[in-house]
């Protein structure tokens, strides 16, 4: 849920939650709308061929079956190009480029698991400093 922004994925500019459900079976489904900023030549963007791509992507989350200390992700995308005619090639070059950022996905996630863990730090040892202030000054008006 915290995947976007971040530094491997510059061109993800905001996320907005469309849905967002637990289901029966305890698996959280969440549907979310991506706003991107691809850098695409302004001649694309003049045709306005921005409007016409959709890219529909998939991730799911699951235990390793061997290892619970590890996740196994699968990912899909479909891309969608209307209205032009070099939409297979622009299906194609986007494929391609959703496919050379797969990795900076994994690394997305390594950097959202370190920036949660180093939350985690901060508030425990907020919370232990908090816990002795009061018995530190507990102490000092006892005398």
């Given at each position: 849920?915290?995947?976007?922004?971040?530094?491997?994925n510059?061109s993800?500019?905001g996320?907005?939650?469309l849905?967002?459900?637990?289901?029966?079976?305890?698996?959280?489904?969440?549907?979310?709308?991506?706003?991107?900023?691809?850098?695409?030549?302004s001649?694309?963007?003049?045709?306005?061929?921005?409007?016409m791509?959709?890219?529909?992507?998939?991730?799911?989350?699951?235990?390793?079956?061997?290892?619970?200390?590890?996740?196994?992700l699968?990912?899909?995308?479909?891309?969608?190009?209307?209205?032009?005619?070099?939409?297979?090639?622009?299906?194609?070059?986007?494929?391609?480029?959703?496919?050379?950022?797969?990795n900076?996905?994994?690394?997305a996630m390594?950097?959202?698991?370190?920036?949660?863990n180093?939350?985690?730090?901060?508030?425990?040892a907020?919370?232990?400093?908090?816990?002795r202030?009061?018995?530190?000054a507990?102490?000092?008006?006892?005398?």
């Amino acid at each position: 849920m915290q995947k976007y922004p971040n530094p491997m994925n510059p061109s993800v500019v905001g996320v907005d939650v469309l849905d967002r459900h637990v289901d029966p079976s305890g698996k959280l489904h969440s549907h979310r709308l991506l706003s991107t900023e691809w850098g695409l030549p302004s001649i694309v963007k003049s045709i306005s061929f921005t409007n016409m791509v959709s890219v529909d992507e998939r991730l799911v989350y699951k235990p390793h079956p061997q290892d619970p200390e590890k996740t196994v992700l699968t990912q899909e995308a479909i891309i969608t190009v209307k209205g032009v005619s070099l939409s297979s090639y622009l299906e194609g070059l986007m494929a391609n480029t959703i496919s050379s950022n797969a990795n900076k996905g994994r690394e997305a996630m390594e950097w959202v698991i370190h920036q949660l863990n180093a939350e985690i730090e901060e508030l425990t040892a907020s919370a232990r400093g908090s816990m002795r202030t009061p018995m530190a000054a507990a102490a000092f008006v006892e005398k």
